[in-house]
C-alpha cells in the first residue's frame, strides 16, 4: 500500500537527526492528510473514475491549500512535509521517496511537466517548471527555481538554480 510506504518514509525523514520516530507519530503530524487524500485522488483516477477523484482533490485545496493534479504520479515514499501552499501540475511524474516541503511549485511550460526521480528532497518555496529531470538523489535548495536538469546527486540553489560544488563554498557557473 503506497500510503503505508508514505508514512514509513515520513518516519526515516523524521528519524534522521535523533530519537526515532514512531508509526503513530508520523501519522499525525503536518502533511499526512494531505498525503491520504492524494493517494485516494490517484487510486480513484487509476480506476478511471476520475470524476470522483476530484471530491479528495478539493478535500485537499480546502483542508490543506495544497493542489495535486488528478492525474500526478508518485511512487512510494512520497512525502508532503508541510502541505500548504504546495501545487503540483496532474502531468508530473515522480519516482519513489520524493520529499516536498511547503509552498513548492511543479508545473507545466509550454505542455512540458518536471520528472523527478527516486530520492528527491524539494525545500520551501522551490519551483520546478517545464519538461526538467530531476536525478536520482539530487535536493533543491529553498526558493530556487529549476529551469534546467538536475543531475543525479546533484544540489541546486538560487534563481535560476545552480549546482552547488563539492565543498559546498560557491555555485557553479551555468
Not at 15 to 34: E, F, M, P, R, V
Not at 67 to 78: E, K
Request: net charge positive; hydrophobic share 45%; charged share 15%.
Amino acid at each position: 500500500m503506497s500510503l503505508l510506504a508514505d508514512l514509513r518514509a515520513k518516519q526515516a525523514l523524521y528519524s534522521q537527526y535523533g530519537q526515532k520516530c514512531s508509526l503513530l507519530k508520523a501519522l499525525l503530524t503536518d502533511g499526512t492528510l494531505a498525503n491520504a487524500l492524494y493517494r485516494a485522488q490517484a487510486a480513484l483516477s487509476r480506476w478511471h473514475l476520475a470524476p470522483l477523484a476530484l471530491i479528495p482533490h478539493w478535500l485537499n485545496k480546502v483542508v490543506n491549500g495544497c493542489v495535486i493534479g488528478v492525474r500526478a504520479q508518485f511512487g512510494p515514499g512520497f512525502v508532503l512535509i508541510h502541505p500548504i501552499g504546495v501545487v503540483i501540475n496532474s502531468s508530473t511524474r515522480g519516482g519513489r521517496n520524493v520529499w516536498v516541503e511547503s509552498g513548492v511549485v511543479i508545473g507545466d511550460n509550454k505542455g512540458l511537466s518536471p520528472t523527478l526521480a527516486d530520492d528527491i528532497f524539494i525545500g520551501s518555496g522551490a519551483k520546478i517548471i517545464g519538461g526538467v529531470t530531476l536525478g536520482a538523489g539530487a535536493r533543491v535548495g529553498a526558493n530556487a527555481v529549476v529551469l534546467h536538469d538536475v543531475p543525479a546527486g546533484a544540489t541546486v540553489v538560487g534563481i535560476p538554480a545552480r549546482s552547488l560544488t563539492r565543498s559546498g563554498a560557491k555555485p557553479e557557473a551555468d
